[in-house]
Each structure stands twice: as C-alpha cells, then as structure tokens.
C-alpha cells in the first residue's frame, strides 16, 4: 500500500471525491481516505507515476502534498 497526504478535504463529499478519482486511474484499487489525518492510502496492482496521482487529485481541486 501506499499513502499520500492530501490538502484540502474538509467534509465527505470530498472524501468519496477523492476516493472516486483516484479508483479511475488504471492500477490503483483499494481506496481509503482518513479525513481527520488527510492521509489517501491506496494499493497498486501495476504501477503508476506519483505525477498521474497529483494531476488527478489537481483536476478535483485538491492538492498533493509531500
């Protein structure tokens, strides 16, 4: 698993925002978002370029944060 810290979240909506987002990227699948820590962890099958994360989490107007 992997896990990055996303800035912005602040209810639910944004939770399954993100959640929905990153599920449409081909290799990432087993989603979770902990809005009280801002951490996203999720599971590559194959994979994928930490860029293709922040660019689709950017897109929904959120932000990675290192």
């Known amino acids: 698993m992997a896990t990055i810290q ?32 801002n951490k996203v962890t999720y599971t590559e099958v194959k994979p994928v370029q930490l860029d293709t994360i922040k660019e689709a989490i950017s897109e929904i107007g959120y932000e990675v944060t290192d």
């Open 6 to 37: 996303v800035k912005g979240m602040s209810c639910e909506h944004c939770v399954a925002s993100v959640r929905k987002r990153l599920l449409q990227i081909d290799g990432i699948t087993d989603v979770q978002v902990d809005l009280q820590t």
